[in-house]
Each structure stands twice: as structure tokens, then as C-alpha cells.
């Protein structure tokens, strides 16, 4: 069963940092992009990161240029997204998704096809 399991959410007040994990299991990473999404409560999901199969492009939505860094482990099966510099905007349910490979490096939502099932991120004082 191809499944993808995040985890690494919890509590940070702002200016803190977490790093969140992404664990596949009955697929093979490397044949995948794998994209980072939120979804704030009363806003739409929202793509945040993309990586490429081979962990050597990646691309990030502007409100987190800087702060955060996806990465890849496609040995563990994981990938990773870093959250440094958190702001209470930030705060929303953040989901893992994996794209066929030959998407490229991809933030469209249509182009995902596994999806996890979102570790809650909050940041506040």
C-alpha cells in the first residue's frame, strides 16, 4: 500500500524552527517529486516547496524563500522540509505529496497523486 506519513509538527513559539519528515513506504522515492503543502484554517491549500526526484532542483513559494529548505533522503525513503524563522502565519496543516517524476519540479496541486495525511504546525507566543 503506497502510503506517505508526515510528521515533525507541534507547538513553536515564533522565530523557532521545525523540521518536518516525510516517510514513504510501498513506493520507491526517486520516482517521485515531492511538494510540501499548507492549508490554514479559512484559506486555500497552499503549495510551499517542491524538490525533484534527484534532489537537485528545488523551488519554493515566496513567503518562505529563505527560511525553509526541502530536502531528500531517497535511500531512508524521506524527505525533509526545514522550517527555521516560523511566523504566526505560518501556522496551518502541513501535508507531503508525491508527483510522478517526469512533472518536473511541480507546485501545481493537480499534479500530486499520493498525499499524506498533514502534521499540524502552530506558531505562537
Known amino acids: 500500500q503506497t502510503q506517505l506519513v508526515e510528521s515533525g509538527g507541534g507547538l513553536v513559539q515564533p522565530g523557532g524552527s521545525l523540521r518536518l519528515s516525510c516517510a514513504a513506504s510501498?513506493?520507491?522515492?526517486?520516482?517521485?517529486?515531492i511538494g510540501w503543502f499548507r492549508h490554514a484554517p479559512e484559506r486555500a491549500l497552499e503549495a510551499v516547496s517542491s524538490?525533484?526526484?534527484?534532489?537537485?532542483?528545488?523551488t519554493y513559494t515566496d513567503s518562505v524563500k529563505g527560511r525553509f529548505t526541502i530536502s531528500r533522503d531517497n535511500a531512508k525513503n524521506t524527505a525533509y522540509l526545514q522550517m527555521n524563522s516560523l511566523e504566526p502565519e505560518d501556522t496551518a496543516l502541513y501535508f507531503c505529496?508525491?508527483?510522478?517524476?517526469?512533472?518536473?519540479?511541480?507546485?501545481?496541486?493537480?499534479?500530486?497523486?499520493?498525499w499524506g495525511q498533514g502534521t499540524q504546525v502552530t506558531v505562537s507566543s
Open positions: 505529496a508525491a508527483a510522478r517524476r517526469y512533472s518536473g519540479l511541480t507546485l501545481r496541486v493537480r499534479d500530486y497523486i499520493y
Open positions: 510501498g513506493m520507491i522515492l526517486d520516482q517521485y517529486t
Open positions: 524538490i525533484s526526484y534527484h534532489g537537485g532542483e528545488e
